[in-house]
């Protein structure tokens, strides 16, 4: 599997890459499942969520990516009757948040390794742990800072694609 763009996640006012996907509990655990598109090998899922942390709770404040049908994925799409954000209850487990340089690519999935990890524990959407791993320190100057997984080629969606002239 090719390496995945991560759900973004709104903590202590940054904007940070996360290694996890909750939504997919969600699905997992029998709620509505609209049909997203792919877009890419790296966006396998098909969507990017946006999640943010407020008073130690977990919420999904945006969903973006094309459904199946061609319509514009949206939180609406999921969650109908809340456009604004919905308390992730049904999450329980770790969010992996990369930090510092890159010390090893692994074309699959989440699984490069980096200076250090903010790991973030849920039970039931609600923070009760949040610990920081160190990895290791890089040897190397130019070695890229964060998740850097989101540099991509995006496959058009059927009818979309437009002509180019010569």
């Known amino acids: 599997m090719t390496a995945q763009i991560g759900d973004l996640l709104i903590y202590?006012?940054?904007r940070l890459t996360m290694c996890n996907a909750p939504l997919g509990a969600y699905f997992r655990l029998g709620g509505a499942y609209?049909?997203?598109e792919p877009s890419s090998t790296a966006l396998i899922r098909g969507y990017v969520a946006t999640w943010k942390l407020l008073d130690d709770r977990?919420?999904?404040i945006a969903i973006h990516g094309w459904l199946r049908d061609g319509a514009v994925a949206s939180l609406e799409s999921v969650f109908p009757g809340y456009?604004?954000?919905v308390f992730a209850h049904w999450y329980s487990g770790r969010i992996r948040v990369p930090r510092g340089k890159l010390l090893k690519y692994v074309h699959a999935?989440?699984?490069s390794v980096y200076e250090r990890d903010l790991l973030l524990d849920f039970e039931r959407g609600v923070?009760?742990?949040s610990t920081e791993k160190h990895n290791g320190v890089s040897d190397n100057p130019n070695a890229p800072e964060g998740y850097g997984v989101g540099a991509l080629t995006v496959f058009p969606r059927p009818g979309t694609q437009q002509e180019v002239d010569d």
Do not use: D, S
Request: no cysteine; charged share 20%; glycine share 12%.
């Open 34 to 36: 609209p049909e997203f």
């Open 58 to 60: 977990l919420y999904l």
């Open 12 to 14: 202590q006012g940054e």
């Open 127 to 129: 923070l009760v742990a």
């Open 109 to 111: 999935g989440y699984a």
């Open 83 to 85: 456009p604004e954000r």
